[in-house]
């Protein structure tokens, strides 16, 4: 069954919805290589505290291990008060790349005092080389390119949401 099933994965010949599929047909779908943008996910504001300044954003919040493979790939448009927050269970060293991404971003590496650890502008889209936050991290930021530099956000900012407060 393993085989068949995977011969038909790979040549699209499974349909159905994911909620309905078998667990293993769910898992083989969780795993195969992304094709194409994920529905919007939940979202929530956050506020980057930059000086004197405060800029706020609606983020979409990517907290599974597909929501995180799939991140911001295939999508066309970024709106520019908008991004996709990835939450990690606990600081990690965080390492992004841009495979089928269409657009360029910018790359906020969040640190475990919510503080801005590292700034990735304007990362170069479908590029395979990693962007790394250069040590642990809660949290990972993607931004349309351009918008830090923009803003003047800078490392040492200090970033609030919902989701950065309830960790541990």
């Avoid at 909620?19 to 094709?35: G, I, K, L, M, V």
């Avoid at 991404?101 to 700034?119: E, G």
Wanted: charged share 15%; aromatic share 4%; no cysteine.
């Amino acid at each position: 069954m393993k085989h068949s099933l995977h011969a038909l994965l790979a040549t699209g010949l499974l349909v159905g919805a994911l909620s309905s599929a078998p667990f293993y047909a769910r898992a083989a779908q969780d795993t195969a290589e992304p094709t194409q943008a994920q529905p919007t996910l939940p979202q929530e504001k956050l506020s980057i505290h930059s000086g004197v300044a405060s800029h706020t954003f609606s983020v979409e919040l990517a907290t599974t291990p597909r929501q995180q493979q799939v991140g911001e790939m295939f999508r066309t448009q970024i709106a520019p008060e908008s991004g996709m927050l990835f939450l990690w269970q606990t600081p990690q060293q965080s390492d992004m790349w841009m495979e089928n991404t269409l657009v360029p971003l910018d790359i906020v590496f969040i640190a475990p005092d919510h503080r801005i650890q590292a700034i990735a502008e304007n990362a170069v889209p479908r590029s395979l080389a990693h962007i790394s936050s250069h040590g642990p991290v809660i949290a990972t930021l993607e931004l349309p390119g351009g918008t830090t530099a923009r803003l003047g956000i800078t490392v040492g900012d200090k970033i609030d949401t919902p989701s950065l407060t309830k960790k541990p």
